[in-house]
């Protein structure tokens, strides 16, 4: 059986996945790094997984190179949502969500209006006279990285800087462990920088947010501060990126959905969500361990296992979808679990929702004759255990 998690076409890791689902919702398999874990690809089974209380993230620690990394840096990287349970968790939550609100995600809106246009102007004069741009790296990727910056407050002098280090720090196992702990360090020396400054001159962005964040008599520490921060970038931007460009991917290859979208564009809402449930980016969550046995879709998983729900897989179940495969914008409302579910949904779902909506629309508003500039089956989506992304999106824009 082929593994869904090497580079592939988009077409061949769905029918991966959907061959694993096939199987049985809850599976033992060995992943190709020859680990064993127990794959969830049913969609009511995946859920239970996500809201079993045995079913828990452990303290995170787990990231690349760790023997290499300093026991400071990983304790300013380490202390954040995904790598805890409750009650921890809770009280990270409850603290963050305090100055992570739909409020301050709304207010963004003309900002991101404003950084999508001056990205399609770099888009249009790439693609002049027919040249093929990499809608990936001149639009998808730049994007959210820049609405994180923004989001963050970090000022436009140190962006280029930011930006890189950042790009290394949430893709360390892809570099050698020098290359990664020097990004990491640089990261997170600048994030301590930018929150001692934040202390002393408040202002309104996230970061002042989470530094006078308060619940009750409790606030985030330093290290829970600089953690969040890493937290947001690994999160939101190879996610959002993905959203937008296997987005664009999916609309290009169904050209009538993508009519529709165009002549009607309050469908993009609608054409969003069956985006994520159709061609979602996070192939998996965050990989979980049983506490004790734990009983989903009548299999039991014995005590100290690893637990992988997979939303790529849950969100085409026929049990839960009609006829799963087909691309349909006009499908009724049905929840999916792209964002993950229970308490680790994602904190950035209004955002990523918000970016992919503005981007999307704005791109297909601009650009009437954009193509894919090669045969669909050439493109390929990254070999990665969490990320649905292509490598590229090479189009034509005029
Ligand atoms: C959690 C997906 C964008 C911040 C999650 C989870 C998923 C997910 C599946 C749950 C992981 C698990 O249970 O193991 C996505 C997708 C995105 C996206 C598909 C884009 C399309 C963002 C953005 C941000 C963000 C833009 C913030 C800037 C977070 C945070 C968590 C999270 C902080 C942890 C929540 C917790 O543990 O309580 N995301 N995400 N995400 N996401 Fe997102």
Wanted: glycine content about 8%; proline content about 9%.
């Amino acid at each position: 059986m082929t593994s869904p998690f090497v580079e592939a076409t988009p077409a061949a890791r769905h029918a991966a996945f959907a061959e694993l689902a096939a199987a049985g919702p809850v599976r033992r398999v060995t992943l190709f790094t020859g680990v064993h874990v127990w794959l969830i690809t049913g969609y009511d089974e995946a859920r239970e997984a996500l809201t079993h209380p045995d079913v828990i993230k452990g303290k995170g620690g787990d990231g690349p190179h760790r023997d290499s990394v300093p026991p400071d840096l990983a304790a300013a990287m380490d202390h954040h949502l995904l790598g805890s349970d409750p009650p921890d968790h809770t009280r990270l939550r409850r603290l963050v969500s305090t100055a992570f609100t739909r409020r301050r995600i709304e207010g963004m809106e003309p900002e991101i209006r404003r950084i999508v246009d001056r990205l399609l102007d770099d888009v249009a004069a790439a693609g002049g006279h027919g040249a093929t741009v990499d809608l990936l790296a001149t639009f998808g990727s730049p994007l959210p990285l820049t609405v994180i910056s923004e989001l963050l407050g970090v000022p436009e002098d140190r962006r280029r800087d930011f930006q890189e280090w950042t790009a290394v720090a949430i893709n360390g196992s892809v570099h050698p462990a020098e290359t990664f702990v020097a990004a990491a360090t640089s990261l997170i020396t600048y994030v301590r920088e930018l929150i001692a400054h934040k202390r002393a001159h408040p202002s309104d962005d996230l970061i002042s947010g989470l530094v006078a964040a308060r619940a009750d008599d409790d606030r985030l520490s330093e290290n829970e501060l600089t953690s969040m921060v890493f937290l947001l970038l690994v999160a939101g931007y190879e996610t959002t990126a993905h959203l937008i460009c296997g987005g664009v991917q999916t609309l290009l290859a169904h050209p009538d959905q993508l009519d529709l979208v165009r002549a009607e564009p309050d469908r993009l809402p609608a054409a969003v969500e069956e985006l994520l449930r159709f061609n979602g980016p996070a192939q998996v969550t965050i990989p979980a361990r049983t506490a004790a046995p734990v009983q989903i879709g009548g299999v039991t998983i014995p005590a100290g296992e690893v637990v992988v729900p997979a939303p790529l897989a849950a969100n085409r179940d026929p049990r839960q979808f009609p006829n799963p495969q087909q691309f349909d914008i006009t499908r009724p409302p049905a929840s999916h679990l792209a964002f993950g579910h229970g308490i680790h949904h994602c904190l950035g779902a209004p955002l990523a929702r918000l970016e992919a909506r503005i981007a999307i629309g704005a791109l297909i508003d601009r650009f009437p004759h954009l193509r894919l500039a090669v045969p669909p089956q050439d493109l390929r989506v990254q070999a990665s255990m969490l990320i649905n992304g292509l490598t590229t999106l090479p189009v034509t824009v005029t």
